[in-house]
């Protein structure tokens, strides 16, 4: 069951701010968000432009400094919408603050072309009445390209009507909620030039940001207008004039293009752009499909999985931010998220454009090393807890800095890369160098410790993922992931991968192999750290709802001295290594930590719904998956507006194949097992492993596997090993 479309009908409200997110169109490089298109008509929206990894640097202002906390903010530059278009009458202007009152008819946005089409009613400050239509869509093949159509139909109007396209405005990216640490607002610093263009119908200008040096250029094409319109053009846009008569429909097509950072306008054409777009997608969803027989979760996955495209950095320059390029919050920067949550949708279907984003990582190699020689580490580099440019941009510490598992995290995923794609260029020529350069810091950063009778090596003074829990020893999660870390670094300089000599090769697997995990022996849990278990439970019982996100409400050091958890920690570490322990022990973890967890994080809801299908819990799993699938698009966590949670839409879909499918790679083996729940009759997706595609479909009798192309695969379906082949394999229920 494919949904083709998303509609008014199938998000949250209609407050604009919301819309703007929900219906944001992207590329990759430059993301619109979808306001009106009035400039008289934005209070209380964010109408701006976002191009991924264009940002502006501001110095970080400490109360009291220390030696090693991050200099500078990076934050994303909001940029003029190219959306806007004025129209004014002999009376009223759309210029003017609410004198051309705007409400939406209908909003379609196609998953099969990436166009925007809308309609709204227009009520004048002198009481005339016009329908405006636009249609917009950003071209998908890197050129760049956003092509805007507007036609505005008189229903009693009749007489001159005026026209301007603004180029530069100032961009407000302000919340409404200044005091939430997960949106900021900084001053930019921006320079503008327009430069010489002899065409009347074209304005170019070159954007700098002073703290940066970044350079963007950007160009307006007017490509149609109504005949017997007067069109001249000056350093604040174009303006035209001329006459509607009743009942009278009139057209003006525009296309912006936005460059490259630091590189010249892209040479481009704007021939069948909805063809070139249409196969550009056509071949995204032939490997991407998902199909479930659920049609409100079918819509929320195509959603989800459509805005990942559009979001994900395609240079190998740039990765995907917190909120993509659909809002400023977060600042843009770049988290651990991409790695655990959406890479593995890309690794799985995308691969090319998993390689980029980690190369990414792999061309921030030199800022993560200097990051580890800033806390004292002399070999080895510590990626950066949040950043554009590589380097640390969190001035909190605590829930920043101290979150250093993302070095394991990017070890993880490289290796998942490694195990689905055999693509052994890369590892050789960027992979490796990631995975031992990560893996070094933790033989320094670490130390052995006489513990249960024997040495073990043991990490102190860390914050796992669930931020409610700060600068622990031994964090279970954070232990796990560097002891793969430094595993896949030993196997890597045996296998030739990378230079490294026996010795250290033996401390890594030495380290690796004696890593301490803690465990909770009084409740027979696997432990979250050394601390936690003793601490005191959290006042759930008194805490009201409004008093969540705790985060909003409560002085950090409240928090932390209490067993409370932001999201999926401990629980975590066992969705990513399912074969750690025994399904009784996973169901007292889920039981001990599900209790405690707030679910503040929108990282956390999918983790839950994978373990409830591992343990099936077909019920709660089920549940769980619902609030992540549809969670933007019910504005479940009730800030959307600044931007779409890009973690949970990659989450969404590791509920499905993770969860639902029970898909995982284990001694180089594809597993899936059929946890369907009981509200899901079918449910088939697509993936690639080893050069092959394969299809995935289940029911509720049978699990079935298919090689739709490549060579016959050895797999392990509902716990037996069988041989897929270009046929289909049961699971011989």
Same mark, same amino acid.
């Given at each position: 069951?494919?949904?083709?479309?998303?509609?008014?009908?199938?998000?949250?409200?209609?407050?604009?701010?919301?819309?703007?997110?929900?219906?944001?169109?992207?590329?990759?490089?430059?993301?619109?968000?979808?306001?009106?298109?009035?400039?008289?008509?934005?209070?209380?929206?964010?109408?701006?432009?976002?191009?991924?990894?264009?940002?502006?640097?501001?110095?970080?202002?400490?109360?009291?400094?220390?030696?090693? *906390?991050?200099?500078?903010?990076?934050?994303?530059?909001?940029?003029?919408?190219?959306? *806007?278009?004025?129209?004014?009458?002999?009376?009223?202007?759309?210029?003017?603050?609410?004198?051309?009152?705007?409400?939406?008819?209908?909003?379609?946005?196609?998953?099969?072309?990436?166009?925007?089409?809308?309609?709204?009613?227009?009520?004048?400050?002198?009481?005339?009445?016009?329908?405006?239509?636009?249609?917009?869509?950003?071209?998908?093949?890197?050129?760049?390209?956003?092509?805007?159509?507007?036609?505005?139909?008189?229903?009693?109007?009749?007489?001159?009507?005026?026209?301007?396209?603004?180029?530069?405005?100032?961009?407000?990216?302000?919340?409404?909620?200044?005091?939430?640490?997960?949106?900021?607002?900084?001053?930019?610093?921006?320079?503008?030039?327009?430069?010489?263009?002899?065409?009347?119908?074209?304005?170019?200008?070159?954007?700098?940001?002073?703290?940066?040096?970044?350079?963007?250029?950007?160009?307006?094409?007017?490509?149609?207008?109504?005949?017997?319109?007067?069109?001249?053009?000056?350093?604040?846009?174009?303006?035209?004039?001329?006459?509607?008569?009743?009942?009278?429909?009139?057209?003006?097509?525009?296309?912006?293009?936005?460059?490259?950072?630091?590189?010249?306008?892209?040479?481009?054409?704007?021939?069948?752009?909805?063809?070139?777009?249409?196969?550009?997608?056509?071949?995204?969803?032939?490997?991407?499909?998902?199909?479930?027989?659920?049609?409100?979760?079918?819509?929320?996955?195509?959603?989800?999985?459509?805005?990942?495209?559009?979001?994900?950095?395609?240079?190998?320059?740039?990765?995907?931010?917190?909120?993509?390029?659909?809002?400023?919050?977060?600042?843009?920067?770049?988290?651990?998220?991409?790695?655990?949550?959406?890479?593995?949708?890309?690794?799985?279907?995308?691969?090319?454009?998993?390689?980029?984003?980690?190369?990414?990582?792999?061309?921030?190699?030199?800022?993560?090393?200097?990051?580890?020689?800033?806390?004292?580490?002399?070999?080895?580099?510590?990626?950066?807890?949040?950043?554009?440019?590589?380097?640390?941009?969190?001035?909190?510490?605590?829930?920043?800095?101290?979150?250093?598992?993302?070095?394991?995290?990017?070890?993880?995923?490289?290796?998942?890369?490694?195990?689905?794609?055999?693509?052994?260029?890369?590892?050789?020529?960027?992979?490796?160098?990631?995975?031992?350069?990560?893996?070094?810091?933790?033989?320094?950063?670490?130390?052995?410790?006489?513990?249960?009778?024997?040495?073990?090596?043991?990490?102190?003074?860390?914050?796992?993922?669930?931020?409610?829990?700060?600068?622990?020893?031994?964090?279970?999660?954070?232990?796990?992931?560097?002891?793969?870390?430094?595993?896949?670094?030993?196997?890597?300089?045996?296998?030739?991968?990378?230079?490294?000599?026996?010795?250290?090769?033996?401390?890594?697997?030495?380290?690796?192999?004696?890593?301490?995990?803690?465990?909770?022996?009084?409740?027979?849990?696997?432990?979250?750290?050394?601390?936690?278990?003793?601490?005191?439970?959290?006042?759930?019982?008194?805490?009201?709802?409004?008093?969540?996100?705790?985060?909003?409400?409560?002085?950090?050091?409240?928090?932390?001295?209490?067993?409370?958890?932001?999201?999926?920690?401990?629980?975590?570490?066992?969705?990513?290594?399912?074969?750690?322990?025994?399904?009784?022990?996973?169901?007292?973890?889920?039981?001990?930590?599900?209790?405690?967890?707030?679910?503040?994080?929108?990282?956390?809801?999918?983790?839950?719904?994978?373990?409830?299908?591992?343990?099936?819990?077909?019920?709660?799993?089920?549940?769980?998956?619902?609030?992540?699938?549809?969670?933007?698009?019910?504005?479940?966590?009730?800030?959307?507006?600044?931007?779409?949670?890009?973690?949970?839409?990659?989450?969404?879909?590791?509920?499905?194949?993770?969860?639902?499918?029970?898909?995982?790679?284990?001694?180089?083996?594809?597993?899936?097992?059929?946890?369907?729940?009981?509200?899901?009759?079918?449910?088939?997706?697509?993936?690639?492993?080893?050069?092959?595609?394969?299809?995935?479909?289940?029911?509720?009798?049978?699990?079935?596997?298919?090689?739709?192309?490549?060579?016959?695969?050895?797999?392990?379906?509902?716990?037996?090993?069988?041989?897929?082949?270009?046929?289909?394999?049961?699971?011989?229920?």
């Amino acid at each position: 069951m494919q949904v083709e479309k998303l509609t008014l009908k199938d998000v949250a409200t209609t407050t604009r701010q919301y819309l703007e997110t929900i219906f944001a169109l992207g590329d990759g490089h430059v993301g619109v968000r979808d306001s009106l298109p009035f400039t008289g008509n934005q209070q209380g929206t964010l109408p701006v432009m976002l191009v991924n990894g264009f940002y502006a640097s501001n110095p970080i202002t400490y109360g009291e400094s220390a030696y090693g *906390y991050a200099k500078n903010h990076q934050t994303i530059v909001s940029l003029t919408s190219p959306r *806007y278009l004025d129209f004014a009458t002999a009376q009223a202007d759309s210029a003017v603050p609410d004198d051309w009152h705007v409400t939406v008819d209908d909003t379609v946005l196609d998953f099969s072309s990436g166009k925007l089409t809308e309609k709204f009613q227009i009520t004048t400050g002198d009481q005339h009445h016009f329908e405006l239509a636009v249609e917009s869509m950003i071209l998908l093949d890197d050129s760049h390209q956003l092509m805007l159509n507007y036609q505005l139909t008189s229903l009693d109007y009749a007489g001159e009507l005026r026209f301007k396209r603004p180029i530069v405005r100032e961009a407000n990216a302000a919340s409404e909620a200044d005091d939430d640490p997960r949106v900021a607002q900084r001053q930019a610093g921006l320079k503008i030039e327009f430069k010489t263009i002899a065409d009347e119908h074209e304005l170019q200008w070159q954007t700098t940001v002073a703290s940066t040096q970044q350079q963007l250029t950007q160009s307006d094409r007017l490509t149609a207008v109504p005949e017997n319109f007067s069109v001249h053009k000056d350093q604040t846009g174009f303006h035209g004039a001329g006459e509607i008569k009743l009942h009278e429909t009139l057209q003006w097509s525009f296309v912006r293009q936005v460059s490259e950072i630091n590189q010249p306008l892209a040479t481009s054409s704007v021939e069948d752009a909805k063809a070139l777009n249409q196969r550009i997608l056509t071949d995204f969803w032939q490997q991407s499909q998902v199909q479930i027989s659920d049609r409100k979760l079918q819509t929320g996955i195509q959603y989800n999985l459509f805005q990942l495209f559009q979001s994900a950095g395609r240079d190998g320059l740039t990765n995907i931010a917190a909120k993509g390029i659909t809002g400023p919050g977060y600042e843009g920067h770049y988290f651990w998220d991409t790695e655990m949550y959406m890479l593995p949708f890309f690794i799985y279907t995308q691969p090319q454009m998993a390689k980029q984003l980690l190369h990414y990582r792999y061309s921030i190699l030199p800022q993560a090393r200097q990051r580890a020689r800033d806390l004292g580490v002399t070999k080895g580099a510590l990626y950066a807890w949040r950043t554009i440019n590589g380097e640390e941009a969190s001035a909190y510490l605590p829930a920043g800095t101290a979150q250093y598992h993302i070095n394991a995290d990017i070890a993880h995923t490289i290796k998942l890369y490694f195990e689905v794609t055999d693509d052994q260029d890369f590892l050789r020529e960027q992979g490796a160098a990631v995975v031992l350069e990560t893996a070094r810091f933790w033989l320094q950063f670490g130390g052995w410790e006489q513990r249960d009778g024997k040495q073990q090596f043991c990490l102190y003074k860390v914050t796992g993922p669930d931020e409610y829990t700060a600068l622990v020893d031994n964090n279970y999660y954070t232990n796990r992931m560097a002891k793969e870390n430094m595993a896949f670094a030993a196997w890597l300089i045996k296998q030739g991968y990378i230079d490294g000599d026996t010795d250290e090769q033996a401390q890594l697997a030495r380290a690796s192999e004696a890593m301490y995990l803690p465990y909770d022996a009084t409740n027979q849990v696997t432990a979250q750290d050394d601390n936690s278990p003793k601490m005191p439970l959290w006042p759930f019982a008194t805490t009201a709802a409004t008093q969540y996100p705790l985060l909003l409400h409560y002085h950090p050091l409240m928090i932390y001295r209490h067993r409370v958890n932001k999201q999926a920690d401990t629980l975590l570490a066992e969705m990513l290594f399912p074969e750690d322990q025994s399904q009784e022990q996973l169901a007292r973890d889920y039981d001990y930590y599900e209790p405690i967890t707030t679910h503040d994080s929108s990282l956390s809801r999918s983790i839950f719904s994978i373990l409830a299908s591992r343990l099936d819990r077909r019920d709660k799993a089920y549940s769980y998956y619902m609030d992540t699938s549809l969670m933007d698009l019910v504005d479940l966590q009730g800030n959307a507006k600044d931007g779409l949670h890009e973690a949970n839409l990659g989450g969404s879909w590791l509920g499905l194949t993770y969860g639902f499918a029970g898909m995982y790679v284990a001694a180089g083996k594809l597993h899936i097992t059929n946890h369907l729940p009981k509200e899901i009759n079918q449910l088939s997706y697509r993936l690639r492993f080893r050069g092959r595609v394969l299809e995935v479909q289940l029911t509720q009798d049978s699990t079935q596997v298919q090689v739709v192309s490549g060579t016959p695969l050895m797999m392990v379906i509902d716990g037996r090993e069988v041989e897929a082949t270009s046929g289909t394999i049961a699971n011989g229920q």
